[in-house]
C-alpha cells in the first residue's frame, strides 16, 4: 500500500492517532494533514487545517485521500465535494482491509444494542477454546492498532464504520435494529441501511442473528440468502448456556440473548463449547454497561452507554423486584418514549429524575401513563443526584440509563458515567466498592 499524494485526517480522536501511526510506519515520508470539526486537532506530525478552509484545499488539491473517523457523518456536503474532485474518502478500518484482510478470519458484529457485549463475549469464548484471536474496534483497539497480530479479528462495528465499510467477514452478524444515530444518518431509513450493510451484500459470508434481529423483517430482506445463517443452537446447547449466564456476571434477558449470539457465532468460528462456557464464566461488565456499585444497601447501576429507550427497558428488566430510582434524558434524537413510559411502574421505578433534553418529553409521557410515578425534571445531573438523596427511603437501587446520547451535557457516555458514581459517592456515602 502507497500513497502517491498526501493524506488528510478528518478528525483527531482515537483512530484518528492510529492511522497517524499507521502511515508512519508504512510511509514515513508521506505529508499528513489534519483537520477537526470541533476540539483539539493536535496529532504529531501533522499539519492543521482548519474545518473553513478544508473546500479550498480540495479545490487546490492539497492532498489525494481522506481518511475520515467514524464520529464523523458521511454525509457531510464536504464528501461530496471531494469525491467530486477525485479525493476518496476512507476510513481506519477500511485501510486495515486493504493491508490486512487478506489470509485472515474476520468476525464482525454490529447491531444497535449488545454489540459490545456480544463481541466480547466472542473474543473469551474463542480464546478460552485455544484459539488465536484478537477484539478491536469500538470495543478494544483501533483496526489499525490491532494490524496483522491474531489469525482471528473480532470487530465490533458502529453504523459509523458499517456504513462504508469495503471489504467482507467471514461471519457478519447484527445483535438487533431500533433507531439511533439520526443525526449523523439523516434519517432513520439511513440508519437501517447504513447499519445492515454489513449483510446486505454480494458474498458468501455467514450470518449470525440475535433474537431480536431475527425477528426483523428489515433484517431478513437484508440477509438476502439464508443459507448464509449459521446453525442455530441445539436445545441441549441452549440450556447449557442459559445454565452459564445464570451464573455469571451477564445480567437481564437481553445479555441472555447476548451470549447465545455469541455462542453461535463463535462456535461457527471453531471454538468449542468447553471455550463458550469458559468465556461466559470469564465475562466481567464493561464500564458503564450495567456496571454495579454498592454503598450500603443502595445498589449503584451505571448503565451510561444506553442512548435509547430499547436499552433503558433492557436495563429495567434486569432488576426484577427493586425500588427503582431512574435517571434518564440526555441529547436529543427524536426518539419515541411513549413505551418506555407506560413500562416504568411495572418494572419497579418508584422514582423517575430526567435531564434535559429528551427527559421532558419522557417526563410528560409518565405523568400521564404513571399518576402515581414521583417525577422530577432537573436541569443537570448533579441536581438529579441532590433530588434523589432527599426522597432517600422511596427506592433501593438507583440506575442511570439514559435512553439518550450525551452530547449536550458530557462529551460522551464515559465521561456521563462516571460523574454519575463519583455524585453518588458524594451524596450516599464515602465506602463505595
Request: charged share 20%; net charge neutral.
Amino acid at each position: 500500500m502507497r500513497f502517491d499524494e498526501p493524506v488528510l485526517l478528518y478528525g483527531a480522536g482515537r483512530e484518528a492517532i492510529s492511522t497517524r501511526q499507521f502511515l508512519r510506519q508504512i510511509q514515513p515520508d508521506l505529508a499528513v494533514f489534519v483537520t477537526a470539526d470541533t476540539g483539539s486537532a493536535a496529532i504529531d506530525g501533522t499539519a492543521f487545517i482548519p474545518p473553513r478552509e478544508i473546500e479550498q484545499a480540495i479545490g487546490e488539491r492539497r492532498f489525494g485521500t481522506i481518511v475520515k473517523s467514524p464520529g464523523v457523518s458521511r454525509y457531510k456536503p464536504i464528501f461530496t465535494h471531494a469525491a467530486k474532485a477525485g479525493i476518496a474518502v476512507t476510513s481506519n478500518l477500511n485501510l486495515w482491509g486493504a493491508a490486512y484482510r487478506k489470509n485472515r478470519t474476520v468476525i464482525a458484529i454490529s447491531g444497535t444494542k449488545g454489540k459490545s457485549t456480544t463481541a466480547t463475549l466472542v473474543h473469551l469464548m474463542l480464546v478460552r477454546s485455544g484459539l488465536d484471536a484478537g477484539l478491536a474496534g469500538n470495543v478494544g483497539l483501533a483496526p489499525l492498532d490491532i494490524a496483522d497480530k491474531h489469525a482471528i479479528t473480532v470487530f465490533e462495528l458502529s453504523s459509523y464504520q458499517t456504513a462504508d465499510m469495503a471489504f467482507v467477514p467471514d461471519i457478519a452478524a447484527i445483535t438487533n435494529l431500533y433507531p439511533e444515530h439520526v443525526d449523523w444518518h439523516g434519517s432513520v431509513e439511513r440508519y437501517f441501511d447504513d447499519k445492515l450493510h454489513l449483510v446486505d451484500r454480494e458474498g458468501s459470508f455467514a450470518v449470525a442473528l440475535g433474537s431480536a434481529a431475527a425477528g426483523n423483517g428489515r433484517v431478513a430482506r437484508a440477509v438476502r440468502d439464508h443459507r448464509r445463517l449459521v446453525r442455530e443452537l441445539t436445545p441441549q446447547e441452549a440450556i447449557t448456556i442459559e445454565g452459564a449466564v445464570a451464573h455469571s456476571r451477564l445480567r437481564g434477558e437481553h445479555n441472555l440473548d447476548n451470549a447465545l449470539l455469541a455462542a453461535k457465532i463463535a462456535l461457527a468460528a471453531g471454538a468449542t463449547m468447553g471455550g463458550v462456557l469458559a468465556g461466559i464464566a470469564a465475562f466481567r461488565p464493561l464500564p458503564h454497561r450495567l456496571e454495579e456499585h454498592r454503598i450500603g444497601t443502595l445498589t449503584i447501576v451505571d448503565d451510561s452507554i444506553s442512548t435509547t429507550p430499547e436499552a433503558t427497558k433492557a436495563a429495567l428488566a434486569a432488576y426484577p423486584g427493586r425500588r427503582i430510582a431512574l435517571v434518564a434524558g440526555g441529547h436529543e434524537r427524536e426518539q419515541d418514549y411513549g413505551e418506555l413510559a407506560g413500562l416504568l411502574a411495572m418494572r419497579g421505578v418508584t422514582v423517575l429524575v430526567t435531564l434535559p433534553v429528551t427527559g421532558a418529553r419522557l417526563a410528560e409521557a409518565a405523568r400521564k401513563a404513571a399518576p402515581d410515578l414521583s417525577v422530577s425534571q432537573c436541569p443537570d445531573l448533579e441536581a438529579a443526584i441532590a433530588t434523589l438523596a432527599s426522597i432517600r427511603d422511596r427506592f433501593d437501587t438507583i440506575i442511570l440509563s439514559p435512553g439518550a446520547p450525551s452530547y449536550n451535557q458530557f462529551k460522551n457516555f464515559e465521561e456521563r458515567g462516571t460523574r454519575f458514581v463519583e455524585l453518588c459517592r458524594t451524596q450516599f456515602g464515602t465506602n463505595l466498592a
